[in-house]
């Protein structure tokens, strides 16, 4: 028996081997007094016993039972007191030679047992067994077709991507960590002073401090150049230079079904680096941001989570394709994450830098969401033949022309420039082909709560105004409810 087999057996054989009569001091694993039948939890042994080799009907030997076991009691026969010195002698010597043989049996069964299963008999050089560690192919950067391979695109791309560090103050401290997120390295500026690195609105646009980590973990403080909250980019320089920027590839060209790679910071930069992989599962998704405008998408199945916000979507030619932006967050949904188009990324990119926004883009100035969304506005669109898509205004903001009106938080856009909203698209459609200072009319009504729910109809001329990316001071309250505890849903 091996000392682990005597280690796993001394705590559970002792009690039943003292029972049993037999030593108390042996963890025995045989249980049977008249024999011993071997433990099913435990390996089979060859050579279960010493003895003569010939075993009873419960595998146990009839003479020499193995391990402590109670020895088999024979009838002792009453001494004769006439036996002759010479008997006695005789017998003295019968015992001797039969003791010197049963110690050679044991020495040359020793033997045999250090020869077969002795873990520390020394082994002849030569036969020593030995754990080989064998070479592995190193793994290559680049396809037989040209592109790269997944540990191609990481090194790639892995040094262009960075961790946004975001602080903000309070009455504990004075830099308190707000929230992370990712970056992308894009180039220094024409004077080589400034190295520019774009990042998702949403991440930097709350006016704290900002500290960019690089890929050695070198922190610098950033100055957030601007930030669009249409598209949800944001533009953020630090005082480096040398460093490796990243190369933009058309997201035009992208496909259904083409892999694609995300690298950022879920977590944090506890994470930093972290890369993940998927494909393309569709292409110029619509996706409605939180100030009522939809931003065409793409959809992919790579792994992001909090923290690669703002970070890379990537092809397999290590382009970065996108910015990783938003998923579907709920337990219900898997591998549904979003990403602004690199296409999108430049034009915003190129115009922040210039202009520090979005020049010459026309926005309404409120945030809505559609009535379809809340059941008492629903009921009310139902009963009263309105078209599908009319949308409720949640929030006017302090730099729309609506403010010069008496349109409100709570009222529903029903038309504009006399055509019904279909679809909440129909709006944000026509905002988007008009151009600063163009004049809408828009056809509002307003629920009466007052008066068992009424609407009344009226329209307003307002003229549309520069958007700028930020989000503006809002006139009415976000959270007005004009129906008591139904709220306005989401």
Known sequence: M??????????????????NGA????????????????????????NGYYGNGTAN??????????????????????????????????????????CLALIGAVIVAAIALSKDGNASQKIPDGQVPSATI????????????????????????KESSVGILVYSSNAYSNTALAGEGS??????????????????????????????????????????????????????RIRATGLTAAELGDSDSLSVGETIYAIGNPGGVAFA?????????????????????????????AAINPGNSGGALVNAYGQIVGINSSKIASTSYEGMGFAVPSVTVKEVFDEIVKNGYVSNRAKLGIQYFPASSNQMYSMIVGANHLP????????????????????????????????????????????????????????????????NYTISEFEVKVKLVEDKGTTETVTQNSYYNPFGAYGYGN
């Open 2 to 19: 091996s000392e682990e087999f005597e280690r796993q057996q001394s705590d559970t054989g002792a009690a039943q081997n003292t029972a």
């Open 134 to 157: 064998q070479n592995s192919p190193t793994a290559s950067n680049t396809t037989a077709g040209g592109e790269l391979t997944a540990k191609g695109v990481y090194e790639k791309v």
């Open 388 to 451: 599908s898509g009319t949308v409720v205004i949640q929030s006017v903001n302090s730099d729309s022309d609506l403010c010069n009106t008496d349109v409100k938080a709570g009222d529903m856009i029903t038309k504009v420039n006399g055509q019904d909203l279909e679809s909440t698209n129909v709006l944000a459609d026509l905002i988007e082909d008009s151009s600063v200072g163009d004049e809408i009319t828009l056809t509002v009504c307003r629920v009466d709560t007052k008066n």
């Open 23 to 46: 030593q108390p001091n042996v963890g025995y694993p045989y249980t049977e007094p008249t024999g011993f039948t071997q433990n099913p939890q435990q390996p089979s042994f060859t």
């Open 273 to 301: 680096g972290s890369f993940t992989n998927g494909m393309i599962s569709a292409i110029s998704r619509p996706v409605n941001s939180e100030i009522g405008y939809e931003m065409l998408c793409i959809q992919h199945t």
């Open 183 to 236: 970056g992308v390295i894009i180039g220094e500026d024409s004077t080589g002073d400034y190295t520019y690195i774009v990042t998702c609105a949403h991440v930097i646009n709350d006016g704290g401090t900002v500290k960019v980590q690089l890929f050695d973990e070198t922190q610098y403080d950033a100055t957030v150049v601007g930030c669009d909250s249409r598209t949800d980019i944001g533009v953020l």
């Open 57 to 98: 009907q419960n595998g146990a030997n009839p003479n020499y039972l193995y391990y402590g076991a109670p020895q088999p009691q024979r009838d002792k026969k009453p001494l004769n007191p006439n036996r002759s010195k010479h008997k006695k002698k005789g017998m003295a010597v019968f015992y001797a030679v039969i």
